[in-house]
């Protein structure tokens, strides 16, 4: 197969879609020869801020030498962006090569009567394997939706499991409630393994430190950081480990990267201990880091940031985001949905913030209707309007700006329609 061919062999099998449960992958890397078994792995689980996280800790291991393959899911702006090495994505010659033997094995496993791999089964063994083939000094790899039955919880032994923030996602999948949806996470910890989780609820720390207790982990919690202030679009942190103390600066915008910040800081703690040298680039790699549709800002005239917030999680970080860095800008949203997120608990959090809301569709089969959505949204802001492209409802944004009505434009909700907004904007710049 050719890298097109690839491509379309894997949109033709995402009719297998996501199922929970490992004996599937596991027959898959065991034919392939169980590429897992010779990786040295940090294993990322949770809610929000996996990506940003894992941006943190990849680029302070690059700062300090290594090798560093990172796997995330799903892609935002770029397929082949889920799987990288430093700062390159994987080649397309990689993926048709190995998406080629894989799909001979996969063909073998359903001759033998077994079911076939879903898509990302299929790309977490085509990770493993490039990462592999590339003798990665280490691979940062995130969960999908789960920990426990996750397609990547296949390692016997990780150098660390790390836990972003929970809150409520996928509840369909996970658990109704807080407590549920941490034990799912708290899958990934292995007997006697390093654990760091991040600054949790209560009920799922509670959760957390049972699991550790009961496999005989060794567990670090996070602490809240000593000040956070704002620099412009830049955020100054202080922050007190143990005996040692970090002031460091943060390119990305966000309340919530200080958490993924400090829990990066302390996986490279757990990574030093193991033999990996980083303490002394922990700064620089934080200041490097940036993570495309996390406050990202596209355009500065009119100011004009995406943000990849899709739970009532996210946006109650959001929230906090707006209220640090832009106390009385008047501010038009974007704001585009899936039908399978609680987007009215999330409308009812944020909806009176903005002076204005356009709706869109995202280009997603799982996409709440805008118009849905906008009508969802009246009741607590009632200047809200539905944009029947992506494209408009950008146009139709920056208009708000030009002629005086707000400050800024703020795109936020499903990962999904974020790339055509940048899209948009970079069209509309080069007009």
């Not at 007997?191 to 799922?204: F, G, L, R």
């Not at 957390?208 to 620099?231: H, R, W």
């Not at 987007?343 to 356009?358: G, Q, V």
Request: with cysteine.
């Amino acid at each position: 197969m050719n890298y097109k061919e690839a491509r379309d062999y894997l949109d033709k099998v995402s009719i297998y879609g996501s199922v929970l449960g490992l004996d599937s992958i596991k027959r898959l890397l065991k034919k392939i020869g169980n590429p897992e078994k010779e990786l040295r792995v940090v294993h990322i689980a949770g809610t929000n801020g996996k990506g940003s996280t894992c941006a943190f800790i990849q680029n302070i291991l690059m700062k300090s030498g290594y090798k560093v393959g990172r796997y995330s899911s799903p892609a935002v702006f770029e397929y082949r962006e889920i799987i990288k090495i430093n700062d390159d994505f994987i080649e397309e010659s990689a993926v048709a090569e190995i998406i080629t033997l894989i799909k001979e094995k996969c063909d073998e496993l359903t001759n033998e009567g077994f079911s076939h791999p879903t898509p990302f089964e299929i790309e977490t063994a085509m990770s493993f394997e490039y990462f592999r083939r590339n003798n990665c000094d280490i691979v940062l790899v995130e969960c999908g939706m789960g920990g426990a039955t996750d397609a990547t919880n296949v390692f016997d032994r990780v150098l660390c499991s790390v836990i972003t923030p929970i809150s409520l996602d996928h509840t369909g999948f996970l658990g109704e409630t807080l407590s549920e949806i941490a034990e799912v996470k708290s899958g990934i910890i292995k007997k006697k393994c390093n654990v760091v989780t991040a600054i949790q609820p209560k009920e799922c720390l509670k959760v957390i430190e049972k699991n550790a207790g009961e496999k005989e982990a060794n567990l670090t919690v996070c602490s809240v950081a000593e000040s956070v202030k704002a620099e412009g679009l830049k955020t100054r942190v202080r922050y007190i480990s143990g005996t040692k103390s970090y002031d460091f600066t943060l390119n990305m915008m966000g309340t919530y990267q200080v958490i993924n910040a400090i829990t990066a800081i302390e996986v490279c703690h757990v990574l030093e201990s193991q033999g990996f040298e980083v303490e002394e680039n922990i700064e620089k790699g934080l200041l490097k880091t940036v993570w495309p549709g996390r406050m990202e800002v596209i355009d500065n005239n009119p100011l004009f940031i995406i943000d990849g917030a899709h739970n009532p999680g996210a946006i109650e970080e959001l929230k906090k985001t707006l209220d640090f860095y832009f106390t009385n800008e008047r501010i038009t949203f974007i704001m585009g949905v899936l039908a399978d997120k609680d987007f009215e608990k999330e409308i009812r959090m944020i909806a009176d913030r903005a002076t204005k809301i356009i709706t869109v569709t995202p280009n997603n089969k799982r996409a709440l209707d805008g118009e849905k959505l906008s009508i969802a949204i009246k009741p607590y802001n009632g200047n809200v309007s539905y944009a029947k492209s992506i494209e408009d409802g950008a146009k139709q944004a920056i208009n708000t700006v030009e002629e005086g009505k707000s400050d800024m434009i703020l795109a936020f909700g499903s990962l999904s329609y974020l790339a055509e907004i940048k899209q948009t904007v970079k069209a509309e710049r080069r007009d």
